[in-house]
């Protein structure tokens, strides 16, 4: 197919946890390890353009929050070929910790950001601290600063960032949350991002602990695999590390970098 995108899950830091950490409902396998991995990705199209989806964290978000860094975000993407100061969009899913830092890495790049996102990050729910928990204030002043600066094109709803690119509003899991749907040779991928965390969330019917909005976040289950054409293969749940064992890694990338566009060696 001449105009398909590749796609890229470069995995940048790990987290140890058990299964009942991962779930809104109790689940049997409770005790069992579960760990999470942190991912971002690079969308490579038919004619060398470049997208990244998320921006990660950095160390000194890490330390704070008990996470383990496993390569900084630039290393990652440098080591693909790709150069963060000549990336020209960012698609950020939502404006967690884990999703939205970093954002200084790419000084020459529009963040893409759906209209909700950036007025729940900004809004009264933030007062509440549970709710606010994700995020990183200086992450969303970064991102105010961006819109000042005319560097943020706001999505409502569906939007399109390059021919093949597309944007998906769903909410759930943060109020203002996308998902990114690819065309690849093998079909339309949807990177779920944290509309699923993992592959277990859609496939058990249950959902990650840290939802705003459990209705939208079902739905958006359902939206996901609609956009895949129905193919839960090209659905992409946002910090697995089955994507791992399920995907081919890129030659040399000790596994670290995983190639979502071509099909899965295990299903």
């Known amino acids: 197919m001449a105009d398909a995108w590749q796609v890229f899950a470069l995995r940048y830091a790990h987290h140890e946890r058990q299964a ?24 490579r199209g038919p004619d060398g353009r470049e997208i990244v989806v998320d921006t990660g964290f950095d160390a000194a978000t890490a330390e704070r929050r008990g996470r383990t860094i496993l390569r900084p975000v630039d290393d990652c993407l ?62 969303v002043i970064r991102m105010v600063r961006a819109v000042y600066a005319d560097r943020v094109c706001f999505h409502d709803g569906q939007g399109e960032v390059a021919p093949g690119v597309t944007l998906h509003g769903i909410g759930g899991h943060s109020d203002g949350l996308q998902m990114v749907r690819i065309r690849t040779a093998r079909g339309p991928l949807v990177i779920a991002g944290d509309a699923s965390h993992y592959f277990g969330n859609m496939e058990r ?15 958006g289950w359902r939206r ?21 064992d399920r995907f081919p890694e890129l030659p040399g990338s000790a596994r670290e970098v995983l190639q979502l566009h071509l099909a899965p060696v295990l299903a």
């Not at 809104?24 to 969308?43: E, G, I, N």
């Not at 999703?99 to 007025?119: I, K, V």
């Not at 996901?224 to 791992?244: E, M, N, S, W, Y």
């Open 20 to 43: 009942q950490a991962n779930f809104l409902m109790p689940v049997a396998d409770a005790h069992d390890a579960m760990p999470m991995d942190y991912f971002v990705w690079l969308l």
């Open 78 to 139: 440098r080591a693909v070929g790709t150069d963060p100061a000549t990336v020209r969009d960012v698609i950020i899913t939502h404006l967690h910790y884990d999703h939205a830092g970093n954002l200084d890495l790419f000084p020459n790049a529009t963040f893409h950001l759906q209209d909700r996102e950036m007025a729940f990050a900004t809004g009264r729910h933030m007062c509440g601290t549970c709710i606010r928990a994700p995020f990183e204030v200086e992450d």
């Open 205 to 219: 019917q249950n959902p990650f602990p840290i939802v705003f909005d459990l209705g939208a976040m079902v739905q």
């Open 224 to 244: 996901a695999r609609a956009l895949a054409g129905g193919d839960d293969t090209l659905v992409i749940p946002g910090h697995d590390p089955l994507v791992r």
